[in-house]
């Protein structure tokens, strides 16, 4: 049975979307009106109705964005949709789902990049495991994370996730999904929206639940994080005001934004775009979601800086630049110490590499951890990757929770032999937290208990403890 045609009504109107075999999907739903014209730089604003069925058998537009530039662009793909209706929704559900566990996963790709219409995030193995499986797009960049000086709205893109969040609670039950059991599913920029979700009072009560993949847990003075609005408004000759931008086609400050980035990485270069403290986000989510009292499942990649620094920008990493980083970001010595212990053959850049990666993700994520009184379990993703020595690199674990080693997405990263051994323990461990809130091993409690996930997984005390502990 293939592509034969079925239809939902929901608030807005009738969808029809698409079955293949034991399941539907239903792609583009819209669930905010389009953020362009008098609504650019505003709050998600509703969707108006429509008559009839309205075709949702494709992906809708994508946020205005560049494509990955240089190495990272053999890795991660792009996909450019036209259109401005880019705050859409995408619905994935078994047949015969009933008051089935949903999931909204949120993409990631540093809050600038990235969509829900790449192939490897396909619903489709989630919803043959029984679960109602939501993907959305949100806006990005300046669109999305601008920091005006004026009085437009901060964080946007979280404002729009927030908007699909609320709109899954309110119509998942019309794909036969319970709005009483939404876990909240992200990597990377899309992991800190979800702990962005989790750390506002209006959000946090709709999720029974969140998993948070390599995502960084910071947010920043609203001062701090508008550095990258007044270097763009500076570059483009217009001042720091959502007026001015709003004079200025999107294309424009994407490719602005293009050439001030060029060169940087996570630890150094132009500012970053990045969450901003508010009145709806008053504290950082690494402290907020503490308190949240739902399960939790969070996790990095052994390796997330390979990603980030190619090998030939590693060799150009110098003790003095790691030294001069180190101590801007204030990191003890002692936590270079513990790593050069862990990894005594490893270069100067690498060492470099792995600070930034307890610093930037693993640290923050084990405090949590530790202080969290509800459920929360911790994984490792360490399997070693055969392609431009990636390693346990930041978004390989992507293609295995997806269950899509068959993707040609997937394969950029992890390579055409990756095993699907692996891939069933972790995509199995991920619809089992979302169906009961456990995925198979102990809580993290006082023992410091971790799922290594690899060739051979096993479940064991905190690895290189002695380096995130030396950053407390």
């Known amino acids: 049975m293939s592509d034969l045609d079925v239809t939902r009504v929901i608030s ?15 792609l583009g739903i819209p669930y905010a009106a389009a953020p362009f014209g008098a609504n650019r730089f505003r709050l998600p604003q509703p969707v108006p109705a429509w008559e009839g069925v309205r075709d949702a058998l494709a992906f809708g537009p994508t946020a205005p964005q560049a494509p990955y530039q240089g190495a990272t662009a053999e890795l991660l793909g792009s996909v ?15 047949t015969d789902a009933d008051a089935a566990p949903v999931i909204l996963w949120i993409h990631g790709g540093a809050l600038e990049r990235g969509t829900a219409a790449l192939s490897t995030y396909d619903g489709t193995p989630f919803a043959r495991d029984g679960i109602v499986f939501v993907s959305i797009n949100y806006r990005l960049g300046s669109e999305g994370f601008s920091v005006f000086d004026d009085d ?26 319970d709005p009483a059991r939404i876990t909240l599913m ?6 800190a929206l979800v702990a962005a979700l989790l750390s ?20 920043q003075k609203p001062k701090k994080a508008g550095r990258v609005t007044r270097a763009l408004a500076k570059r483009l000759g217009v001042a720091p005001t959502s007026a001015a931008f709003a004079e200025l086609e999107p294309e424009a400050i994407v490719a602005a934004r293009v050439a001030q980035a060029a060169g940087s990485s996570p630890l150094g270069g132009a500012p970053a775009f990045a969450l901003a403290l508010s009145d709806e986000m008053p504290r950082e989510p690494e402290t907020a979601i503490v308190d949240v009292d739902v399960p939790l499942l969070i996790g990095t990649n052994t390796d997330e800086y390979r990603l ?25 010595g002692a936590a270079v110490a513990a790593c050069r212990r862990v990894w005594p053959n490893a270069s100067v ?16 994520m084990l405090r949590v951890a530790a202080a969290r009184p509800a459920p929360t379990f911790v994984y490792e993703f360490a399997w070693q990757s055969p392609v431009r020595d990636l390693r346990a690199a930041h978004a390989l674990e992507l293609g295995f929770v997806f269950d899509a080693l068959d993707d040609e997405e997937t394969q950029r990263m992890a390579g055409p032999d990756a095993p699907q051994s692996l891939a069933d323990e972790m995509h199995a461990a991920w619809v089992a937290f979302s169906h009961t809130g456990d995925p198979g091993w102990p809580a993290y409690r006082a023992d410091r208990l971790t799922r290594v996930f690899d060739t051979d997984s096993r479940t064991e005390p905190v690895r290189r403890a002695a380096v995130v502990d030396a950053m407390r």
């Open 12 to 26: 807005a109107g009738a969808v029809r979307g698409a079955r293949t075999g034991d399941v539907e999907r239903y």
């Open 200 to 219: 506002m009072p209006d959000t946090r009560q709709l999720a029974a639940g969140a998993i948070i993949q390599s995502g960084p847990l910071s947010a």
């Open 80 to 94: 450019a949709i036209p259109g401005d209706d880019i705050l859409t929704a995408n619905v994935w559900r078994p």
């Open 186 to 191: 992200g990597e990377s920029a899309g992991g």
């Open 152 to 177: 437009a709205p901060l964080n946007l893109g979280v404002a729009d996730a927030a908007a699909a969040l609320r709109w899954v609670h309110d119509e998942i039950a019309a794909f036969g999904g």
């Open 308 to 332: 980030w620094f190619p090998p030939a920008a590693l060799k150009t990493i110098t003790a003095t630049k790691l030294l001069l980083a180190r101590l801007a970001l204030r990191i003890p």
């Open 349 to 364: 850049g690498e060492v470099f590499g792995q600070i930034a990666t307890e610093y930037l993700l693993r640290a923050p």
